[in-house]
């Protein structure tokens, strides 16, 4: 008798093979049998006309913090996900000396917007070295398995102190030897790779820029080595490459990636999306990727799954009214009573007329008054919306003023209701480049940033909206294949951490599967709630269409609910397959 049998099931294998039916059972930790199996289980569960699939594999998320405290690790245990991997973009929790605990906090309540006062209350720390940190997170258990990695930021300011928070101060060959040391320490103790930042979109609560942003090509490739050293671990980044109209900075960046993929010779990734302002850039770099897998390295673009867009309203840690003097008397209001005094005629006057004088450019002037990029958001979201459903479209449509109506939903429903802008991904107004990007066999699927961004992004369903959009909802161009979408985000993603031992349902695998209902898979609005230490919000998605999430054997969740079970463990490093 097996623990777990799920019989009639459709298997979507992960492998990128064709959907064939297919029972599962599973014993202990590991799936024994794939085919028609004859024994019982202790538990059946029938997945007639559901589709079974490995757990998601979700390379990029920010749950640093999160994993300190919540042993649920939602909303990703809620989508799907299995196995993460948290240390990206050169931002977390580890080396870290007493002192810098605070510093630390606000790095990642900066570029991350997680909020600063949940990370005091709900981080106990008790590590200062990195493998001090794999130690305190081997205590603890989750509804998902967790690795992750040394981040720049961290390591730089260990070694350096208060000069390594300054981007523009040079290490010595003497610190970055330390760095490189401590890195290969790490990755010896389990940390999965290193990973740095090169934005300057990154940067701390105080709006100070983070100190990797300009590290020298010695000082990165000097930290890389150690992976090198190793044998063993990944290296992830972001850089400005994907967005930057400046070719001398693309050219100049795109020489240090390729002296980390041909020189250090791990794995590397690194962030492309497509901004408005280079919104060819991303072909430049797939071409580039080409070149270099090409030499015999090992490349992918993490790409995203749909637009990555910003989330406002007053119930949002962002909004476009937030540029009006008169608005900001009422920012601390409550926010059904915030809606309230803003809907009085004098009041709505004032801050239309000072929301009318304010000229603003890039980003933040979409978050301002870009109407034909603004998207009420809907209980069943669009991520590839037409531009009739804009605020522009809307107020051609009812012959009113943009910024008017823009005001009206903004304030109207005690300002609970949500605005949609996508900034990256979605400069041609749909959303075939991305497909584009999903569909290079140089790319990866990342990007999620589940855990970071509380109040403004909420994103962590990309797994989910991948199966949802690409496979079945998409109107406006091509679909993709079920099996290959499936195949993206679990043997294609684990494979590239290095970790041999999931993302496919076959003997000898993990068990870690999803019972899916494709018909109903999908999410909902996002809705804020004040569930993080010390009150602090978050934007939270609910899931729809998973009948079962497993973990290790184990059902973590049923019907979008937790069941309360967390078999996931931390992960150190590599992991073969048995």
Request: hydrophobic share 40%; glycine share 10%.
């Amino acid at each position: 008798m097996y623990d777990l049998v799920i019989r009639n099931g459709l298997l979507v294998d992960g492998t990128g093979a064709p959907p064939r039916k297919a029972d599962v059972a599973i014993d202990g930790d590991r799936i024994v049998e794939v085919g028609t199996v004859t024994a019982d289980g202790r538990r059946t569960i029938d997945a007639e006309n559901r589709v079974v699939t490995p757990g998601w594999v979700d390379i990029h998320t920010h749950y640093d913090g999160q994993a300190t405290w919540d042993p649920d690790m939602a909303p990703s245990s809620i989508n799907g996900v299995t196995s993460l991997v948290m240390g990206n973009c050169g931002v977390g929790f580890a080396p870290a000396r007493p002192d810098k605990h605070e510093w630390l906090i606000q790095l990642l309540e900066g570029v991350e917007d997680i909020p600063g006062t949940a990370l005091t209350e709900g981080m106990a720390w008790g590590w200062e070295s990195f493998p001090e940190y794999l130690d305190v997170l081997d205590t603890m258990q989750w509804t998902v398995d967790v690795g992750t990695q040394v981040p720049h930021a961290a390591l730089r300011t260990y070694v350096m102190g208060d000069r390594g928070a300054d981007h523009t101060v040079r290490a010595s060959a003497e610190e970055i030897e330390t760095m490189s040391r401590l890195a290969e320490e790490a990755v010896t103790a389990g940390a999965l790779g290193f990973t740095t930042s090169r934005t300057f979109a990154h940067r701390t609560s105080l709006g100070e820029q983070i100190g990797t942003l300009t590290a020298a090509a010695d000082e990165v490739l000097g930290i890389a080595a150690a992976l090198r050293r190793a044998g063993t671990g990944v290296v992830q980044l972001i850089s400005d490459v994907y967005q930057s109209r400046d070719d001398d900075l693309v050219a100049k960046e795109l020489e240090l990636l390729g002296k980390i993929a041909l020189e250090v010779g791990r794995p590397l990734s690194f962030t492309v999306q497509q901004n408005d302002e280079a919104p060819n850039r991303f072909r430049e770099l797939l071409h580039a990727i080409e070149g270099w897998n090409e030499q015999g390295a090992t490349v992918r673009a993490q790409v995203a799954v749909r637009p990555i867009g910003v989330l406002l309203g007053l119930a949002a840690s962002t909004n476009p009214l937030m540029f009006s003097p008169t608005y900001r008397t009422f920012r601390d209001l409550p926010v059904d009573e915030r809606a309230r005094a803003l809907r009085d005629p004098s009041v709505r006057a004032k801050v239309l007329e000072e929301h009318g004088a304010i000229q603003l450019q890039d980003f933040i002037g979409l978050i301002h008054s870009g109407y034909d990029r603004m998207y009420p958001l809907t209980d069943k979201p669009d991520y590839e919306p037409t531009p009739e459903r804009s605020v522009a479209g809307l107020a051609a449509a009812a012959g009113r003023p943009a910024n008017e109506l823009l005001y009206d939903l903004l304030t109207d429903n005690d300002g609970a209701d949500l605005l949609y802008v996508p900034l990256m991904n979605y400069a041609n107004g749909d959303l075939d480049d991305v497909k584009e990007m999903i569909e290079s066999p140089y790319s990866i699927f990342g990007l999620s940033d589940a855990g970071a961004h509380c109040n403004t992004i909420s994103d962590a369903t990309f797994p989910t909206t991948a199966i949802a959009h690409w496979t079945r909802d998409r109107a406006r161009g091509d679909r993709l294949p079920l099996e290959f979408v499936v195949h993206q985000q679990t043997q294609r993603t684990a494979e590239h951490v290095g970790w041999l031992d999931r993302g496919v349902v076959a003997p000898g695998y993990l068990a870690d599967l999803n019972v899916i209902d494709v018909e109903r898979i999908g999410v909902t609005a996002p809705r804020l709630v004040a569930d993080l230490p010390a009150g602090g919000t978050r934007l939270v998605q609910a899931a729809v269409g998973y009948d079962a999430t497993i973990k290790r054997g184990v059902v973590v969740a049923e019907h979008g609910e937790l069941t309360g079970a967390h078999p996931g463990r931390l992960v150190r490093g590599a992991q073969a397959h048995a």
